[in-house]
């Protein structure tokens, strides 16, 4: 196998990062040896007889150390495995020539090793008991010490090569190789410690691939994989891994030795047996990590966490792990920025007693309390020592778990997920992929590969190949420990999920918070510089908040007064940037994306009651708008320049306007509806004169008029669908419906709700009795969704158009919800209001 074209591209990574490439390895070493793997032995036919001999010549100071066992296999899987189909791309301007240019390696076995040269450069040297190509001998080459030095000049940098006792090194680095001859010339070859001959002996010589690393040496290279939230602490020395193919499953068996005298922190949990974890119950689905460490044996943690204190001249005023002597599971979760503590105990009070010991003034959401709390110091210390610093300020109890938060935000996320169900033990494909793991652990990291792509992808300084990875395909990556004596058993698994169900239901993703209550419910509005779309929200206060789709505050606004009814979008300037059109009962506005009245549009208007909405009219889709105030008995035009449309005629109603007036296209005739009091309906044209007489009186029920079967409908007192047809004639339908029912349609759809009864175009759903929210129809990704909340339960019901609930609802919620697409998945979200101050953002799937 030829390995000029590996050393080359990955020396000139190795070379631009390496003072980066220190810092992450011990935390992610499974990734670097597939990355290295990937991008160093594609297509490889590889041979080694004696091991021994081989690893005589690797470099001092190497930190990698990559043995190929079988060389068949090897070649097979890199082309054919599932996994390493997609992890193939995560470079591919390296993977893509490597077949051609690799092919003039003989069929010996090898190692490869990532070595240290200086402070700010590293190299890449492949070592086989084989003779040279005939084409690379006769090429240039130097004299070093009476051996011959091969030259290959390439494009991308210069290979260095020599056949010494019957065995070929070639490297980027000419040091290197000049070192191994003086080396070998002085009798002085081996650079293996003690340790690494340990673990060096327990690999499993029938992988096709074994991997060494040295953590304390090396770090991950940034461009080529990026942050692993709450990737264990896992060794200081020599790591061993066994690699072994299945059809669609990565993965690496791996065993490292504990460390006592050298402050390793699997020290401090080494004697604490492996066991099945359950703190997974608690993690939400929208996390994008979870580490679980178990513990049992508290006399001997405690002992072991002491002697760690001295190891790393820590002070403490006092070392006690009595918190926690009740505790068998530690957890971590990231929740978007934030990391979470959690605990799991068999003695509930017991642990409450010593973690939560003073309980006053509690807050309460969803029924659960929640306290201000400080953790002692040394639970802080022994967090970080074996898992991830943590920063505690509110605390809370459910069921035999006690979790600890930096805000509240975070804390009442927990409680939202749990109580909803959308928690990782209640998700089909992770408990799927979770029954191929190994059941007992001492450690247990698993990450979900989507939010990690989408945690990297917010990093725009950087790089990010691992975003082609299919996430739906590959949804989740694991990494397991088990202690056993003093060594740790370690698996990385990555597979193909198989289930044909999608990761279905609807999951709680974001809590989103204002200063003070919210007067109406949130409302979805298109970003028109990201395409998605944000959150946007008034509280009681008259300020007026947006939000992005993942929860972030773009600002906030203090407006003159409460917004009428909803928020309507208009492309003024006709640029595609959307501006917010709205009236409060005293000013019409119109803001601008970044919250900024568009002049001239903070118009006063009188607040004459009944206050209604603003309506928007765009007949011809041309982005000249024509917005309409509604004032008593008569209407205000105004155009898109803020001026009076003197040319709409209409004229003062008899008695009060009923609903802001809607406009209706049917046929390409456009119609303004105006509803009175009086039971009258106008159908005028653009210019405000009667367009249709409709012939009879209607006792409206106060629901707005809209389209439906090229007619015009709403309801009477009375419980009829009333439709108006274009010549004005009245078709009354008896629907029996109660007082104060609500009914939405679209040109084609009709959903009516009256008291417990919801009926979706014909279906009759039978609700549990209770306040419900008007019903609301929407069409997203060719789907027809319908949506009611009812306020006394404070749930949120989701239907399909053929009267099916949508998996997962009803959900938590305590007004009316907004539903949409608001980013590229093909997922859904929903926003509704929470508690009194807070919003959530569900993503249905």
């Avoid at 065993?255 to 359950?278: C, F, V, Y």
């Avoid at 709680?508 to 944000?534: C, E, F, I, V």
């Avoid at 007619?711 to 009829?720: A, E, H, L, M, P």
């Avoid at 929407?778 to 909340?789: D, F």
């Amino acid at each position: 196998m030829n390995f000029e074209f590996l050393i080359f591209e990955l020396y000139k990574e190795l070379s631009m990062n390496y003072p980066k490439f220190i810092r992450y390895t011990k935390k992610h070493i499974p990734f670097v040896s597939l990355l290295i793997l990937i991008l160093g032995i594609w297509s490889c036919k590889t041979s080694l007889s004696k091991p021994s001999e081989l690893t005589d010549w690797i470099p001092q100071n190497s930190s990698w150390v990559i043995q190929i066992n079988d060389v068949n296999s090897v070649a097979n899987e890199l082309t054919n495995n599932e996994v390493f189909k997609e992890l193939k791309n995560l470079n591919p301007e390296v993977t893509s020539n490597l077949a051609e240019l690799l092919s003039k390696t003989p069929d010996t076995k090898s190692l490869l090793c990532v070595t240290k040269i200086g402070k700010n450069s590293g190299a890449l040297t492949h070592i086989y008991n084989s003779q040279l190509d005939s084409t690379l001998i006769n090429g240039p080459s130097i004299d070093y010490s009476k051996v011959k030095i091969n030259i290959e000049k390439r494009v991308s940098g210069t290979l260095y090569s020599a056949y010494i006792s019957g065995f070929t090194l070639r490297s980027t680095s000419q040091l290197l190789i000049e070192n191994c001859i003086r080396k070998s010339q002085q009798n002085n070859i081996s650079n293996a410690n003690s340790l690494f001959n340990t673990v060096y002996a327990t690999l499993d010589l029938n992988a096709p691939i074994n991997i060494l690393v040295q953590p304390q040496a090396e770090e991950l290279m940034e461009t080529m994989l990026e942050e692993l939230p709450l990737m264990p602490k896992i060794s200081q020395d020599w790591n061993a891994y066994d690699l072994n193919f299945e059809s669609n499953v990565f993965s690496l068996d791996g065993l490292i030795a504990i460390q006592d005298s050298l402050g390793d922190p699997l020290a401090i949990i080494k004697e604490n047996q492996a066991k099945k974890i359950i703190l997974d119950q608690l993690v939400p689905e929208s996390s994008s990590a979870f580490l679980s460490i178990t513990l049992n044996n508290a006399i001997e943690t405690e002992d072991a966490f002491k002697q760690w204190i001295l190891q790393k001249n820590i002070a403490l005023n006092q070392i006690s792990l009595k918190a926690i002597s009740t505790v068998d599971e530690i957890g971590w979760i990231k929740l978007g920025s934030e990391t979470i503590l959690l605990f799991h105990s068999q003695n509930e009070t017991q642990a409450q007693e010593q973690l939560l010991p003073n309980l006053d003034d509690p807050k309460e959401y969803r029924e659960v309390p929640y306290y201000a709390i400080k953790l002692p110091e040394d639970i802080l210390v022994f967090a970080e020592a074996i898992g991830e610093k943590v920063t505690p300020n509110w605390g809370t109890i459910i069921d035999n778990f006690i979790v600890f938060a930096p805000s509240e935000e975070s804390i009442k996320t927990i409680i939202s997920s749990y109580k909803d169900g959308s928690t990782l033990g209640k998700n089909l494909i992770y408990n799927t992929f979770k029954e191929d793991l190994v059941s007992s652990n001492s450690i247990y990291w698993i990450a979900q590969t989507k939010k990690l792509i989408d945690l990297w992808k917010n990093k725009e300084e950087k790089r990010n190949p691992w975003s082609k990875l299919d996430s739906e395909k590959y949804p989740f990556i694991a990494f397991q420990g088990a202690v056993e004596n003093n060594f740790m058993h370690l698996h990385f698994r990555i597979h193909e999920n198989e289930l044909e169900v999608k990761r279905n239901d609807v999951s709680n993703q974001y809590l989103l918070q204002l200063d003070a209550a919210l007067s109406g419910p949130p409302q979805w509005l298109k970003n028109h510089r990201t395409k998605g779309m944000d959150v946007l929200a008034q509280d009681i206060n008259n300020t007026l908040y947006l939000f992005s789709d993942k929860g972030n505050l773009y600002w906030k606004k203090k407006l003159s007064g409460q917004i009428q009814g909803a928020v309507q979008q208009v492309d003024l300037y006709k640029n595609k940037r959307l501006q917010m059109a709205f009236r409060t009962e005293n000013i019409f506005y119109v803001l601008d994306r970044n919250g900024k009245v568009v002049k001239p549009f903070s118009i006063k208007v009188p607040a004459t009651e009944p206050i209604h909405p603003l309506s928007v009219f765009d007949y011809d889709q041309r982005r000249d708008y024509r917005f309409v105030v509604t004032q008593g008995k008569s209407l205000i035009m105004y155009n898109s320049k803020g001026k009076r449309v003197n040319g709409f005629n209409f004229k003062k109603t008899k008695t009060t306007i009923l609903n802001s007036p809607v406009h209706i296209r049917i046929d390409k005739k456009d119609y303004i509806a105006v509803q009175e009091e009086s039971g009258k309906l106008n159908l005028l044209n653009r210019v405000g004169k009667t367009r249709v007489k409709v012939k009879e009186q209607i006792s409206f029920s106060g629901t707005q008029v809209s389209s439906y079967l090229k007619t015009f409908i709403t309801s009477d007192k009375s419980g009829n669908l009333v439709q108006v047809d274009t010549k004005g004639n009245v078709i009354r339908t008896n629907l029996e419906l109660a007082n104060g029912h609500k009914i939405a349609s679209t040109t084609k759809s009709l959903v009516s709700l009256s008291e417990n009864n919801l009926n979706i175009k014909g279906i009759p759903i039978t609700l549990p009795f209770g306040s419900y929210t008007p019903p609301k129809i929407y069409y997203i990704n060719n789907i027809i969704y319908v949506t009611t909340t009812d306020l006394d339960a404070q749930k949120v019901y989701l239907f399909f158009s053929n009267g099916t609930p949508v998996s997962g609802f009803p959900v938590y919620g305590t007004s009316a919800a907004d539903l949409t697409n608001s980013d590229a998945d093909k997922a859904v979200e929903l926003a509704v209001q929470s508690e009194s101050n807070g919003m959530l953002i569900y993503e249905i799937n």
